[in-house]
């Protein structure tokens, strides 16, 4: 139980890679507050879902693109649970789309959900983190910001964003006694990449992965609750791949596919 | 709390921020000229002070609490040169300021330049009373 006594807010977890989070923190001890924009009930099931298991979690409604709302998101979670230690942005949303077809919202939307709800969140949380000097920061970024990938402009710039972010903000925040670190899936079967999945269930893509299949949302939740306890004392300003092997290969992997 | 209470808060919180030995901190180091403060060394500073005392300053606080509410265009001439009542207004928060030395010469620019540890503890020592 590596983060009895803390306290983690988890934003965009009603679902996926959030929803995964949000559990496996609680599972090492973790009271979370499960942030969620619209769904409600999925909250609310994760929710029960802690609380099944002896665990301890609050839906808390914000929409962490606009900044008012992640403050109030930020300090109902130090109110409702008693604290905050540990603050995994989550939250992202897709508009793929070829820049030939892509509107101007479509970047902007998905800027200030993805790199936005990440600011905001962060300085709503670094004056409380800075205060106790101690806190953890994870992102949950994408191999997406390091590589290239067609009708996925915006959304790479939108996690190249965070990833830069991430690591401007470990070295301010160091000093603090705040750690501050991202994660990058690779390819992850979620909602947000079910169009890229729609065609032949992923086999195309699976066949250009070196471990041959996607991140599951635990493969991330486990990666994240690593970098969020105790284990990942010295480690701040890192971007972790969970992808598979595919950023560690050369394009031209094989011969042929 | 005495200001002998405050002042061994801020002095460790001082030298702790800034990573040097205690003997090199004294009440009359200047923090940014001497001591070579930047902004993120005052953030951590006061930090620090709010952690070991619980008395909270923004760091934007500081130069507000400097300039005592007297509008900008009143504090500096046109050149940005502290005027005569900016000056009087320094003396209070900066004793040790030589106002007549200073007279015409100082820049607003270099004005925090002057703000001693000691003076930070007569900041917080006022914060502090505020508080309880």
């Known amino acids: 139980m590596d983060l009895e006594g803390r306290v983690a807010l988890v934003t965009g977890a009603s679902r996926g890679i959030g929803r995964a989070t949000a559990l496996r923190l609680a599972s090492e001890g973790a009271a979370v507050g499960v942030n969620y924009r619209s769904n409600q009930q999925l909250a609310q099931d994760v929710v029960a879902e802690i609380e099944a298991a002896n665990g301890r979690a609050v839906a808390i409604q914000g929409d962490v693109s ?5 403050q109030e998101v930020v300090a109902k979670t130090v109110a409702d649970l008693g604290g905050l230690h540990v603050l995994v942005n989550n939250a992202g ?19 200030k959900v993805n790199f936005g709800a990440v600011f905001n969140c962060t300085k709503s949380a670094l004056p409380h983190f800075a205060g106790q000097r101690d806190g953890v920061i994870v992102n949950v970024s994408s191999m997406m910001g390091e590589r290239g990938w067609t009708g996925e402009s915006n959304y790479a710039a939108s ?27 690779g390819f992850s079967p979620t909602d947000l990449v079910s169009e ?37 004392g010295y480690i701040t300003g890192s971007l972790l791949p969970l992808d598979g092997g595919v950023g560690a290969q050369l394009g031209l992997g094989r011969t042929s596919w | 709390m005495t200001k002998e209470e405050i002042y061994g808060a801020v002095h460790p919180a001082v030298a702790e ?24 060394d005052l953030l951590d500073i006061l930090f ?30 046109e050149n940005d040169i502290i005027t005569a009542k900016g ?17 015409g010469k100082l820049a607003a ?24």
């Open chain 1, 66 to 70: 606009d900044y008012q709302q992640a």
């Open chain 1, 93 to 111: 949303i897709a508009r793929d789309a070829l820049i030939f077809n892509m509107e101007p919202e479509d970047w902007l939307d998905v800027m």
């Open chain 1, 159 to 185: 996690k190249g964003a965070i990833n830069a972010f991430t690591r401007c903000c470990a070295i301010e925040t160091a000093r603090f006694g705040i750690r501050v670190n991202a994660v990058l899936p």
């Open chain 1, 196 to 232: 890229l999945l729609d065609k032949d269930g992923g086999k195309s893509i699976k066949r250009q992965i070196p471990m041959r299949g996607f991140a599951g949302v635990d493969d991330v939740a486990d990666a994240v609750a690593f970098l969020a306890g105790p284990r990942s």
């Open chain 2, 17 to 40: 921020a800034l990573g040097l030995d205690a003997d090199e901190v004294t009440a009359e180091s200047t923090l940014m000229d001497e001591l070579g403060a930047e902004s993120i």
């Open chain 2, 48 to 77: 620090r002070i709010e952690r070991a005392i619980g008395v909270k300053i923004q760091a934007a606080d500081l130069s507000e609490y400097v300039q005592g509410g007297i509008p900008d265009e009143e504090f500096g001439d």
């Open chain 2, 87 to 103: 000056l009087a207004q320094l003396k209070k928060v900066m004793p040790q300021l030589d106002v007549e030395a200073l007279s």
């Open chain 2, 109 to 132: 620019e270099n004005v925090m330049g002057y703000f001693t540890v000691e003076n930070l503890v007569t900041l917080v020592a006022e914060r502090a009373a505020v508080t309880v």
